[in-house]
């Protein structure tokens, strides 16, 4: 009588220990499916095993047609070399420290640039079984620093043709200082600058108002002379 009471208070203790796993992981895939980032979990093969609503989001992907797929799927070809590297050194990381950013492309072939937070998954022994992958789309971020970064660089090139500029008696040393500051300003050796890049070619009406601000003062020394 007394093993029958035992193994049935066993038996209660291990159902309600299963009720609480289940309503513990019922409210982790509430969080996970609610939450802002991508959430991707792969097998150590790097084959998708789950994906959540933010990645479907971010990446154009169901679930159902992600899952199955090698995480190459949304990994463009020029950039497989990189990602490939990173799950290679991923288990000999500190697992805080698996931070990343590369380039990914959607269902619609739109190439974005992604922040990654990677981590390993290990059994009880500690063998690898899998990666976690928490992502976020940060190409407008990106895109947004691009062109401050731009900006920037636009202006400390107009500054320094302008100081620069004041001092210039020929033509010819304010064709060399143009030449050499956007050059350096835009990695472009001299023929490279007579091919302008866009970023270059938006500064011509400021260039071309130094260079008609020179004439002018050039025109009245040489009068006065």
């Known amino acids: 009588m007394e093993d029958i009471t035992e193994r049935k208070h066993a038996e209660e203790i291990l159902h309600e220990n299963m009720l609480q796993l289940q309503d513990a992981h019922q409210r982790l895939r509430f969080h996970v499916n609610r939450m802002p980032l991508g959430f991707i979990v792969l097998n150590k093969e790097a084959v998708i095993a789950?994906?959540?609503p933010?990645?479907?989001?971010?990446?154009?992907?169901t679930s159902a047609e992600a899952v199955g797929q090698h995480d190459f799927l949304i990994v463009p070809p020029?950039?497989?070399?990189?990602?490939?590297k990173i799950w290679a050194e991923l288990p000999n990381i500190d697992e805080q420290s698996g931070y990343?950013?590369?380039e990914n492309i959607t269902k619609d072939g739109r190439r974005i640039i992604c922040e990654w937070h990677n981590a390993p998954l290990r059994d009880a022994d500690q063998n690898i079984i899998g990666f976690l992958a928490m992502c976020n789309d940060i190409t407008e971020r990106k895109r947004a620093e691009q062109a401050l970064e731009r900006q920037l660089?636009?202006?400390s090139l107009l500054h320094n043709i302008s100081v620069a500029g004041i001092g210039?008696?020929?033509?010819?040393?304010?064709?060399?200082?143009v030449t050499h500051e956007v050059g350096r300003s835009f990695q472009l050796d001299a023929f490279g600058v007579l091919f302008l890049t866009p970023d270059a070619?938006?500064?011509?009406?400021?260039?071309l108002y130094l260079w008609t601000a020179f004439l002018n003062r050039y025109e009245q020394r040489e009068r006065r002379g």
């Open 50 to 52: 789950e994906w959540n």
């Open 54 to 61: 933010a990645a479907e989001t971010i990446f154009g992907w």
């Open 78 to 84: 020029d950039v497989q070399p990189q990602v490939s």
């Open 100 to 102: 990343s950013v590369n």
């Open 153 to 155: 660089k636009e202006l």
């Open 168 to 177: 210039m008696n020929t033509i010819d040393e304010l064709v060399g200082l």
């Open 201 to 207: 070619l938006r500064l011509l009406p400021y260039f």
